[in-house]
């Protein structure tokens, strides 16, 4: 979070040696290999399967946007991008509760973007890492896609 408010103000962004803001090491460590997510999707495999949307989560998420109105802040939320193949694991469980969390969380949020049927060819994201997104799409996102959301809110 601190790093897209970076770079919507045009700061710079400390990257550090741990996490996912270690761009620098990541992209060195994929230079020479192929794509490769079969670490992942195995692991992915059953752990959304019977994935069921909490009703207090929901309420939670409620009661923070009345927080949000009542102080007059804009709250822009939205469902990250998956890779095509986790997108394709994703629908192959045809779970309707999982089909429906765009739909409900558009009902809660004034601000929302599904995002996680966009960007999703594998040239988005890092080789071995089908979860995380190279940081130009990063940008690409904030730009296209946050950044008028709130423009377009200041306007009214």
């Known amino acids: 979070v601190q790093s897209l408010i970076n770079k919507l103000f045009n700061k ?7 996490g996912s803001r270690n761009v620098s090491s990541k992209l060195l460590s994929e230079k020479d290999k192929s794509y490769d997510y079969t670490y992942t999707i195995e692991y992915l495999k059953d752990r959304f399967q019977n994935y069921k949307i909490s009703q207090k989560r929901l309420n939670d998420m409620s009661k923070i946007q ?6 007059g802040i804009i709250l822009v939320v939205w469902l990250h991008p998956y890779n095509q193949e986790i997108l394709e694991l994703l629908d192959s469980y045809n779970n309707e ?48 896609t946050i950044k008028p959301l709130i423009e377009n809110h200041k306007a009214q």
């Open 12 to 18: 710079p962004i400390q990257y550090t040696s741990s």
């Open 66 to 71: 009345a927080w949000a109105d009542s102080k």
């Open 97 to 144: 509760e999982f089909e429906q969390l765009s739909t409900q969380l558009s009902t809660i949020f004034h601000h929302f973007e599904d995002l996680s049927k966009n960007y999703s060819d594998k040239k988005y994201y890092y080789k071995q890492d089908p979860y995380h997104f190279y940081p130009i799409i990063g940008d690409k996102i904030l730009n296209e």
